[in-house]
C-alpha cells in the first residue's frame, strides 16, 4: 500500500483495508485476491473517499481523482439465486454482492463502509446474524421474474426496484425451480445483501448455503423480504380495473 494511500485511510482504515483487500475480486481483472493486494482509492480531496483493491500487477497502490461512478450499481452486481433454506423461514433467497468490493470512508481516519450498506440500511434492511429468521418486509420493493426466450434453461430475468422505483437489479439470473415456485406461490422472497462469496452458477446449494451461513455470522450480511411476482401477474393486475 503506497504511503499516500496509508496517509488519507489513516491507521484503522489501513488495517481494515488489509483485512477486507483478502478474498476480495481484484478492480481490474475481477480475479480473486489471495496474496498481496494494492488499494487504490479515489476522490480524496472531498470527505469521502472510494476504495478498491488490485493486485500488484494490475493496478498501482494510488489515490487518484474520483472518477465518474456508475449510477446503477445493478451493472456492477452479482445476484445469486437459492431455493428455501434448510431450518430456514421458508422463503427463497436471493443474494446480492457486488462484483468488486467498494468502499467510503470518511476522511481522516474511520471505518470503511461498504459502498451500498448505508443505501440498503436507509430503505430498511438490517443486518442479519442468523439465518433462521425472516428478515422485516419491504412491501414497497418488488422483485419480478420473467422467463424469457435467450437466457439458458433454469434462468430467468429478474429485475428488482426500490421503494423509489428505482432501478437496484437487473439481470439474467440462474432460478432453481423450487426458488421460482416458492418465490411466485408465496409472493414474497428474501433479499441478503453482502460479501458471501457465492457462485451465482453452482449447483451445490449446502455449500452455497454455509457460505451464506458465514457470511451472516461474520456480520457481512443485510436483509429484506421483497414482494416477488412475474411479468404476467403484473400485466394482469394492470389490465384490472
Ligand atoms: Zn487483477
Redesign the pocket.
Known sequence: MSSEVQRVLGPEGTAQARKEAQRAQ??????E?TDRANVVVTGADGMRVQIWF??P???PSAVTELRETSRDPGEAMRMTSLPPLPGGHGRAVLVAELETPQFFADTPQTELTDVLAPYLARHGFEPVSAMATGPPLLERWLAVLTKVAGIEPGGSLLTIVDDQAQVFFTGPVFTPARSRRTALESGECTLYYGQTGLDPTSRDFPTQNRLLEAAARNGHLLGARVPCTDRATLRDAAATP
Open positions: 481484484c478492480a481490474s481483472c475481477t480475479g485476491i488490485a493486485h500487477a494490475c493496478m
